[in-house]
């Protein structure tokens, strides 16, 4: 960086934790870029070029019933945290499907997918909350966008159109559990291309991902890494240990920086 860029980011505003508006942070995939740590059944592979634009995430053969994109729950990301407290309003994306085996897959409905794994390995006690949206890409279609509304703020056991599950139950909450123990505390998002309580025969599936963005309102705690509702000494280390990759970048240009290091001096404690 040289001295004339470093001074203008100096002389740059921060960016506030306690500023309200609306924030879109998306995942791009430029030059590599995958700051929530997103596989397609397990594949990370970056491609560039092909995507909406330039780089996206591809996986050529999926051998799979159906393609499952997951965030990495083990990675800290604008993706998880307390949605309520965030402010989340949406989930977007674009898909594409290039090849399927077994022809189109028609009746396929992407799902939307918000998981509390509660911090731990063992799927037993998961707990996540779903969406059931339109029919996923077509061979030949080309980039479809899809925009899941995510009532974040809705107090209901379980909000309209939504469905909940865990590993004994894939279309009802555990006992004791509900809506607003999952919107609290989402570790993990996956997007299904197949109504999650569905299952179909394997095929082989040559499918992409991109532009995978969140928009929250209400002043997102910008630099609050590990989504514990302030910003400290662990987010400060993430930043640390992130430097010169895209895994904490904030600023949109694709790098964990200067202009990361300073948002996280400057909205120091609670958000």
Do not use: K
């Not at 508006?21 to 995958?34: H, I, L, R």
């Not at 634009?53 to 591809?58: C, M, V």
């Not at 407290?85 to 674009?94: M, P, R």
């Not at 899809?146 to 703020?153: K, L, T, V």
């Amino acid at each position: 960086m040289t001295i004339r860029n470093l001074a203008s980011v100096l002389s740059a505003p921060l960016l506030v934790a306690g500023a309200t508006a609306a924030d879109t942070f998306t995942d791009t995939f430029e030059a590599s870029q995958n700051s929530a740590g997103w596989t397609i059944n397990g594949n990370p592979n970056i491609d560039d070029p092909g995507g909406n634009p330039g780089g996206w995430l591809h996986n050529p053969l999926a051998d799979t019933p159906f393609p499952v994109v997951r965030s990495d729950v083990n990675v800290p990301s604008r993706f998880v945290g307390n949605y309520r407290d965030l402010g989340v309003t949406t989930i977007s994306f674009d898909a594409r499907l290039l090849w399927r085996d077994w022809g189109d897959p028609v009746g396929f409905e992407m799902s939307i997918m918000l998981w509390d794994t509660h911090g731990t390995s063992d799927p037993s006690d998961d707990d996540y909350a779903y969406f059931v949206g339109p029919n996923v890409p077509l061979m030949g279609q080309g980039w479809v966008h899809y925009d899941f509304d995510i009532p974040s703020d809705d107090t209901s056991a379980l909000p309209a159109g939504w469905s909940g599950g865990y590993f004994g139950d894939p279309e009802n909450f555990r006992p004791g559990v509900d809506w607003n123990d999952v919107i609290t505390s989402v570790d993990q998002v996956q997007i299904s291309w197949l109504h999650p309580a569905f299952f179909a025969i394997f095929a082989q599936w040559d499918v992409g991902m991109d532009n995978i963005s969140i928009t929250t309102v209400d002043a997102p705690c910008v630099g609050d890494y590990d989504g514990d509702g302030e910003i400290g000494i662990e987010d400060f280390l993430f930043v640390l240990g992130s430097w010169g990759t895209p895994a904490a970048d904030i600023d949109g240009d694709g790098d964990t920086g200067i202009a990361e290091f300073l948002n996280v001096l400057g909205n120091w404690g609670p958000c």
